[in-house]
């Protein structure tokens, strides 16, 4: 004997189907996802590239060397009393500042896509005086690059590097 198997298409809802369960879920989901949207950090809402927290942040070496003594006195003149009282330069999103002593230059990069900030003199100063105690020695520097924040808790990349080189 054949058996012959027939579909039969259900013509009544399930019992345990319900509008307002439907509507719920996709609340849910709503819900969920706003809060995860939220939640995320701003640099990665800005579309900014996030580093390995293991990544190191600062290294020595650019394309050019330059004159230690430019380097001391760029950072000095950066940190002296004037500045001292919390000078700002406006570092708007992806765009740089950038200061000249001499034969050296000092970058201070926003990298973010959305963000703006602020650079106090005194911590760009700052930079420049760390890169140059590591980085440089003798009476020539190759330069480098650290990390400064702004006013707003954005991580600015700061690069001592010479005048011939350009901060873009």
């Known amino acids: 004997m054949d058996k012959v198997l027939s579909f039969q298409p259900r013509t009544s809802k399930p019992k ?18 706003t809060a995860l949207l939220l939640s995320a950090s701003p640099a990665i809402v800005s579309g900014a590239s ?5 990544e190191r942040r600062d290294y020595c070496g650019t394309l050019t060397t330059f004159a230690e003594s430019d380097a001391v ?27 000249d002593w001499g034969s050296a230059r000092l970058c201070v990069w926003n990298d973010y896509i959305a963000e703006n900030t602020h650079v ?12 140059n105690n590591k980085c440089c020695k003798g009476s020539e520097c190759t330069g480098g690059e650290a990390t400064a924040h702004g ?3 954005l991580r600015l990349r700061v690069v001592l590097k010479g005048t011939s080189e350009s901060c873009m």
């Not at 996030?50 to 293991?54: A, E, H, M, R, V």
């Not at 006195?73 to 200061?99: C, D, F, I, R, T």
């Not at 106090?120 to 890169?131: N, P």
């Open 16 to 33: 345990h189907f319900s509008y307002k369960t439907t509507l719920q879920n996709k609340m849910y989901i709503f819900s969920a996802i």
């Open 50 to 54: 996030i580093p390995d927290p293991l």
């Open 73 to 99: 006195a760029l950072a000095n003149s950066l940190q002296n009393a004037e500045n001292a009282n919390g000078e700002m330069k406006y570092v708007p999103a992806h765009s740089y500042q950038e200061w």
């Open 120 to 131: 106090s003199l005194w911590e760009a100063g700052w930079a420049a005086g760390y890169i």
């Open 151 to 153: 006013d707003s808790g």
